[in-house]
């Protein structure tokens, strides 16, 4: 849910998601979601995130969900202590 500042990491645990040929569906803060879905770069071109180099979503833009095993999308927590817990993990992993 946190991204993972190496990217070893998450190609670990993706890696892990291909293998198991299972549907998952990922729940993840906006930046787990950018690094895994990718986003707009310099020009407005698409730049693909981890999980489309890996296989996981289909190159070119984020995964609406329709196709694959892994389905991302965004975390956002209802009760406001856990929507508390995740702001103060974010902010720690920004190093703040």
């Given at each position: ?21 299972r ?9 787990v ?5 990718g ?11 981890v999980?489309?180099?890996?296989d ?28 508390r817990?995740?702001?103060l993990?974010?902010?720690?992993l920004r190093?703040?």
């Amino acid at each position: 849910m946190s991204p993972k500042p190496c990217p070893a990491a998450l190609r670990t645990i993706l890696r892990a998601y291909k293998q198991a040929r299972r549907p998952v569906a990922y729940l993840a803060t906006e930046p787990v979601v950018r690094q895994l879905q990718g986003g707009p770069g310099a020009g407005g071109r698409w730049v693909d995130g981890v999980a489309h180099r890996m296989d996981l979503l289909p190159p070119g833009g984020p995964d609406p969900g329709t196709g694959g095993y892994l389905r991302v999308r965004p975390f956002t927590a209802v009760d406001q202590a856990v929507s508390r817990r995740a702001e103060l993990q974010a902010v720690r992993l920004r190093g703040g």
